[in-house]
């Protein structure tokens, strides 16, 4: 694939300074892999193999569709269906309960989240490997509005194994700090939407948006999800 993480500079990533910024590499990764599958990679054998086998999550082929190349998803559709035709009768029966990893020949992951959490799986160690050797970096990292949680967690996770004790412990700090200034945020306008239960507030003043969307925008915060509309700052 011609855009990876490897063709998009750490700095470029931080530079916007606006939201979490791995949320936002995240986002651009998963358009240029829809992109990238939707054009003439479809018709890549080796590509194939794997839309075949694996196939795409119902959100992945929601943006396949938005590419307005209904063509590209019908072919892979087409030998996707032949595979399962092909493979249904020595496919391992599912494990009990709902959820199931892998059966013979098949795994339960989508393409394009695969090709995401690869590029991921190697983020988080060059981002600790730039914040320790570039001091300008550090700077840069500081600025950050803030980190979502679960990417502040893939950074520390990352940093454990790649920086030194002592680099750990300032890394840990500087992420810690960013992830709190949305989390505390966020915690005070959960506080304030749930006073607005209380009988003893009955009659107050219409809430504020931030505190009207308090639910949704911390799940966004916990679970690295695009903010929603009109939560643009704090």
């Known amino acids: 694939m011609k855009d990876s993480i490897y063709t998009i500079p750490i700095s470029e990533v931080f530079e916007p300074k606006c939201g979490c910024p791995l949320c936002s590499l995240f986002q651009t990764l998963e358009e240029r892999w829809v992109d990238y599958i939707t054009g003439a990679a479809m018709m890549e054998p080796d590509v194939r193999v794997e839309t075949n086998s694996h196939g795409f999550c119902s959100h992945h082929f929601d943006m396949m569709l938005l590419q307005k190349n209904r063509l590209s998803v019908a072919l892979m559709l087409q030998t996707r269906l032949a595979w399962i035709d092909e493979n249904l009768d020595t496919m391992a029966k599912p494990a009990a309960g709902l959820f199931r990893k892998e059966a013979d020949g098949e795994t339960d992951y989508c393409f394009v989240c695969s090709k995401i959490d690869a590029e991921f799986a190697r983020i988080g160690s060059n981002i600790a490997t730039v914040w320790a050797r570039e001091a300008d970096f550090r700077t840069l990292y500081s600025q950050q509005e803030f980190l979502c949680y679960p990417h502040a967690r893939l950074l520390l996770d990352a940093a454990r194994t790649t920086l030194r004790k002592d680099s750990l412990a300032e890394f840990r700090q500087a992420t810690n700090t960013l992830t709190r200034k949305k989390l505390r945020a966020l915690k005070a306008d959960v506080d304030a939407f749930c006073n607005l239960f209380d009988y003893r507030n009955a009659g107050s003043a219409r809430p504020s948006?931030?505190?009207?969307?308090?639910?949704?925008?911390?799940?966004?915060?916990?679970?690295?999800?695009?903010?929603?509309?009109?939560d643009e700052k704090e």
């Open 209 to 230: 948006d931030e505190v009207a969307e308090a639910v949704e925008r911390s799940i966004a915060y916990l679970t690295a999800k695009p903010r929603p509309s009109g």
